[in-house]
């Protein structure tokens, strides 16, 4: 298959990339805009593997969207590219509306214009969230539930899943949508929980914890995740939605324990801070509809929490460009602490 991977330099899009290309023997073509979430390092295994290609370009910007398509020659287009952390989404939310409304938008009609003229009938999918159904106190999210995003970063992918769907509705675009529960593992950015509390406890610096603690995630590993995509890009049915969520759920404290566990960290660098705005309690996915398809996540959270420390350890040469750049100056403003 020939794949145009949009987002593919940041942490999921990449580790789909990788995937299709060197499991599934896919030709992948990723086009990104490489903001300061996307790196072409997430590329360094792969580079160099024919089939695979890199554009620089933002998926609101309709040239680079064709061009990307003319060099591709795609027989899907997969939509990872976002804007991806709600802190940033309520300090700035003008970039998660471009690229979450105008970005899809654009995609959308490249896609469908080419949907007339493509030899094998184009597909689309679009990773999203389970962030557009809000927060849950008990049960599961089923794709039924009905969409009650609360921050900037989730409302604008709950518009975007929106006109997804409208344009199979109005203009029969084969196109589907794949909702993940959080996802961790190698290669994300450090602003995210787990990476954060991982780099922070092995420098021994504060382990900044919103509010209680208290707030409950369902944990997937990005192989598993990345592996209920292409399930879906190949099984799913057009128009529908398909939620892909993890084995475990785990409050974040117990998720910042554990990391002190395995890094070896004092537990009093854990330091409660002011709680996140709106910050929702727990999300929870039931992934019926995909396990019926024949996909299953692999990993238990125990054992991929227990690698992903391990590959942050080996691979500073990842992450030490990152910790001693811009990000400083974001993790100063947004927790009024330092790091070493
Ligand atoms: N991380 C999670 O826990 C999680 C869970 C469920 C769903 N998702 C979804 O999965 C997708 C990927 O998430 P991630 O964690 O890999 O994010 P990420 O922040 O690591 O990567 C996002 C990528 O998109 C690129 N990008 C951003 N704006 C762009 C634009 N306008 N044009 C082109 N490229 C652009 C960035 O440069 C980056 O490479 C997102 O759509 C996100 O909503 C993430």
């Known amino acids: 298959m020939r794949l145009l991977v949009c987002g593919g330099a940041g942490f999921i899009g990449s580790t789909f990339a990788r995937q299709r290309l060197l499991e599934h023997g896919d030709e992948v073509t990723v086009l990104d805009k490489l903001t300061y979430a996307g790196r072409e390092e997430n590329f360094h295994d792969?580079?160099?593997?024919?089939?695979?290609s890199f554009q620089r370009g933002a998926i609101e910007d309709p040239d680079a969207v064709a061009g990307a398509i003319a060099a591709a020659e795609p027989d899907a287009i997969v939509n990872f590219a976002a804007e991806t952390h709600v802190d940033r989404s309520i300090a700035e939310p003008?970039?998660?509306?471009?690229?979450?409304?105008?970005?899809t938008y654009v995609l959308l009609e490249a896609a469908r214009t080419l949907k007339g003229t493509g030899e094998h009938g184009l597909r689309y999918l679009q990773v999203s969230t389970d962030e557009v159904y809000g927060s849950i106190e008990q049960g599961t999210f089923t794709e039924e539930s009905p969409?009650?995003?609360?921050?900037?970063?989730?409302?604008t992918k709950t518009g975007a899943d929106l006109l997804v769907?409208?344009?199979?509705?109005?203009?029969?675009?084969?196109?589907?949508i794949c909702r993940g529960s959080n996802n961790f593992g190698p290669y994300q950015y450090p602003e995210k929980l787990i990476p954060l509390m991982i780099l922070n406890a092995l420098h021994g610096d504060r382990l900044p914890v919103y509010g209680d603690g208290m707030q409950v995630r369902n944990w997937i590993h990005a192989g598993d995740f990345a592996r209920a995509i292409g399930h879906v890009l190949a099984h799913g049915v057009p128009g529908e939605v398909y939620n892909a969520g993890g084995p475990d759920e785990c409050p974040n404290i117990e998720v910042v324990k554990r990391i002190i566990e395995l890094t070896g960290a004092e537990e009093s660098?854990?330091?409660?801070?002011?709680?996140r705005p709106g910050h929702d309690r727990r999300y929870s996915l039931s992934s019926e509809k995909v396990r019926a398809l024949g996909w299953s996540p692999q990993?238990?959270?125990a054992e991929g929490l227990e690698e992903t420390v391990a590959w942050y350890r080996e691979n500073a040469w990842w992450w030490e460009p990152i910790r001693s750049g811009d990000y400083r100056e974001y993790y100063q403003r947004q927790y009024g602490l330092g790091l070493s």
């Open 147 to 155: 969409l009650r995003p609360s921050s900037p970063y989730s409302a």
């Open 165 to 176: 769907q409208s344009y199979f509705h109005t203009y029969g675009l084969p196109a589907v």
């Open 94 to 103: 003008d970039a998660f509306v471009r690229t979450h409304a105008l970005g």
């Open 46 to 52: 792969f580079a160099e593997r024919p089939g695979f």
């Open 299 to 301: 990993v238990r959270f």
């Open 269 to 275: 660098l854990i330091e409660y801070v002011t709680d």
